[in-house]
């Protein structure tokens, strides 16, 4: 290669010698398809490995709740097209990791007014932050 292709780094790369392990936590906007007190669907357009942990973070009052949760299942659901773009969307299965007490008060609350018409009309976009397993890095 020589000159042709300087390196242009503010600070150099050096090897590392051993394992070193990490993880990826990844965000997804997700819309939110059913939820209960152990879990819910969401629908996203990236797939997630089953088995990983995660948090659902819900829309609440002014806030949101954070739940705790692990990916039983992501399948591609389906195919949408928009004009020359296509999308793909992937439904989600998560099943909540011992909520607390004040979340669960706060998900009978969320249902409550769900099947009293209450919610917000439209769907309900929530985030879901995935964190892969731990993966050797070296």
Do not use: W
Request: proline content about 9%; glycine content about 10%; aromatic content about 6%.
């Amino acid at each position: 290669m020589g000159d042709e292709y300087p390196i242009k780094r503010r600070f150099p790369r050096f090897a590392v010698l051993g394992k070193v392990e990490g993880k990826i936590v990844a965000s997804y906007e997700a819309t939110l398809v059913d939820l209960s007190l152990g879990g819910a669907l969401v629908e996203h357009s990236s797939m997630v490995r089953p088995g990983s942990t995660s948090q659902l973070m819900l829309p609440y009052g002014k806030g949101e709740i954070r739940i705790p949760c692990r990916v039983v299942r992501s399948h591609l659901s389906r195919r949408e097209t928009h004009g020359p773009a296509s999308l793909v969307v992937y439904q989600t299965g998560l099943e909540f990791l011992n909520p607390s007490p004040d979340i669960l008060a706060a998900l009978e609350e969320l249902l409550a007014a769900s099947r009293q018409g209450g919610g917000a009309p439209g769907p309900t976009t929530v985030t879901l932050l995935v964190e892969e397993p731990p993966f050797p890095l070296a």
